[in-house]
């Protein structure tokens, strides 16, 4: 990209989220930014891979990538609407001006929510899971659900997974479009293999499969501003539910790698030398050089006291 364009992208000022992130969580860049470096961090073992050495490097590498484009996109620019030389009044500009921040909103969220389910993905793809004793059933997203349920029962829940869960749930219902869709509406329901603590694996990917099947709609503004001054615009509504998606599949990430890692323990894992940051049962948090993977998991979501790591 040309230096021009760079610069201006440096420029962009993204709509303000606070209505759909929780303060106490990492942003979801530098959530799946930090995700990133503990994958590149975590070393192989043989017994929890699927797949051999040499293929299992190669998933490695695609899912550090995919959290990487994840964490190092700044916003998709859609102008699916351009009226500005039609002669329209100053209103009816503005109209277009909302209509295609909307888009942009919702290209930039879905975007998001692609990488994210390429990157778990790849994950159960490289992961050795027990099979559903359902045969119908019997597919790698529901034998992930499988193990995220016994390894994570309602008292050992990640802090704020709950939240959400709630909070996208409520988005579904209150979309009518969401709400129609029969396949989101039955990967929110309790299964032998899903419990809640593994119900936005499910939502992720029912999520990600309305942009990947082309069947994204886009709402109409209800409100627009027609001056032209500068102004901060909210992350649209229409836009949460993905977002929240997106953040459901990186915890979802951090679950089913502390499960597996349980299952056949011994991971080696990469000392830091400054320290990780790791939350402690009781709240606090302490930098720790070479901490349980299992721990560090726990709370590779949450924004700890230092916000340059």
Known sequence: MSNPFTEGYSHYEPPDAAGVDCDAMRPIEQHARHLEHVMDQL???????????????????????????????????VVPWDN???????RA?????????????????????????GAIERLMKALKLPPV?????????????LVITKAFPPERALPH???????????????????????????????????ENAQLLSLGKAMRNIPAHGESAYPEPT?????????????????????????????????????????????????EEFGWWVQSTDGSWRRVEEPRLTDLLRSAHLQPPDDDD
Request: proline fraction near 4%; charge should be negative.
């Open 93 to 117: 500009e503005a109209y277009d001006d909302e209509k295609n921040d909307i888009v942009t909103d919702m290209a930039t969220e879905e975007t998001r929510l692609l990488y994210a389910w």
């Open 43 to 77: 070393r192989f073992q043989g017994d929890w891979l699927a797949c051999e050495r040499g293929e299992a490097e190669a998933e490695w590498e695609r899912i550090r990538q995919w959290l990487g484009m994840l964490a190092g996109l700044r916003y998709v620019d």
């Open 133 to 145: 004793p359902d045969k119908r059933a019997d597919k790698p997203y529901n034998r992930a659900s």
């Open 223 to 271: 409100d627009w501003n027609e001056s032209n001054g500068p102004r901060r615009r909210r992350l649209h509504p229409a836009a949460h539910a993905p977002r929240l998606a997106t953040r459901g599949l990186l915890l979802s990430l951090q679950q089913l790698l502390a499960a597996t890692t349980e299952m056949a323990p011994g991971a080696e894992f990469e000392a």
């Open 161 to 195: 997974y709950s939240h959400v869960l709630r909070h996208l749930k409520d988005h579904v219902a209150r979309d009518y479009g969401l709400a129609a869709d029969r396949a989101l509406r039955r990967a929110g329901e309790e299964r032998p293999w899903r419990s």
């Open 84 to 90: 500005r030389y039609w002669g329209l009044c100053e």
